[in-house]
T-cell receptor, first 110, second 112 residues
Framework: NAGVTQTPKFQVLKTGQSMTLQCAQD?????MYWYRQDPGMGLRLIYY???????DKGEVPNGYNVSRLNKREFSLRLESAAPSQTSVYFC?????????FGPGTRLLVL | GENVEQHPSTLSVQEGDSAVIKCTYS??????FPWYKQELGKGPQLIID?????GEKKDQRIAVTLNKTAKHFSLHITETQPEDSAVYFC???????????FGTGTKLQVIP
């Protein structure tokens, strides 16, 4: 099992560009999550999907959109990147309460 | 919503000493409290968890305690080793598929 995989590992964008962060899990989990991690801020929830076909906003959803493509895949889209979105992005999936995290995507917006 | 505070933000201990990280939560409905360890360049990984019907849980050198009345819980690592050096996050949720709220993290450095 690969667990939770994320692509790309690292990305540099210019302000105003768009991109999609991809996440996939092979553990047959119903729930999936997107977090951002910033120094001193911990992990903040952007969006989550409790099950296939549903998505809900988390703590910091502004500037992001998500798609739960199927049970395995949950993507995060930045339509018009801003420097404030420079961060490390983690995807997670969950079986009941336990969350399993991917390796992260480091995003730099210039 | 839930608010989780975590202290200290950094902690340095000598190898073999104990380390304690403390967290408080605000929502009395929270009943599940996991702890995650994040090594450099990796995603967080669950190391231990506790539910509100239990006061203490141990797993080898790691233990977690929960005081529901005071709304605080702590992680205790005994006989620390260099490989314990990492960032540790506490979290709280209402269990099941509910959202998890994380603390801001503690960077633990174990000095050989």
């Amino acid at each position: 099992n690969a667990g939770v995989t994320q692509t790309p590992k690292f990305q540099v964008l210019k302000t105003g560009q768009s991109m999609t962060l991809q996440c996939a899990q092979d553990m047959n989990h119903n729930s999936m999550y997107w977090y951002r991690q910033d120094p001193g801020m911990g992990l903040r929830l952007i969006y989550y999907s409790a099950s296939e076909g549903t998505t809900d906003k988390g703590e910091v959803p502004n500037g992001y959109n998500v798609s739960r493509l199927n049970k395995r895949e949950f993507s995060l889209r930045l339509e018009s990147a801003a420097p404030s979105q420079t961060s490390v992005y983690f995807c997670a999936s969950a079986s009941q309460e336990t969350q399993y995290f991917g390796p992260g995507t480091r995003l730099l917006v210039l | 919503g839930e608010n989780v505070e975590q202290h200290p933000s950094t902690l340095s201990v000598q190898e073999g000493d104990s380390a304690v990280i403390k967290c408080t939560y605000s929502d009395s409905a929270s009943n599940y409290f996991p702890w995650y360890k994040q090594e450099l360049g990796k995603g967080p990984q669950l190391i231990i968890d506790i539910r509100s019907n239990v006061g203490e849980k141990k797993d080898q050198r790691i233990a977690v305690t929960l005081n529901k009345t005071a709304k605080h819980f702590s992680l205790h690592i005994t006989e620390t080793q260099p490989e314990d050096s990492a960032v540790y996050f506490c979290a709280a949720s209402m269990g099941g598929y509910q959202k998890v709220t994380f603390g801001t993290g503690t960077k633990l450095q174990v000095i050989p």
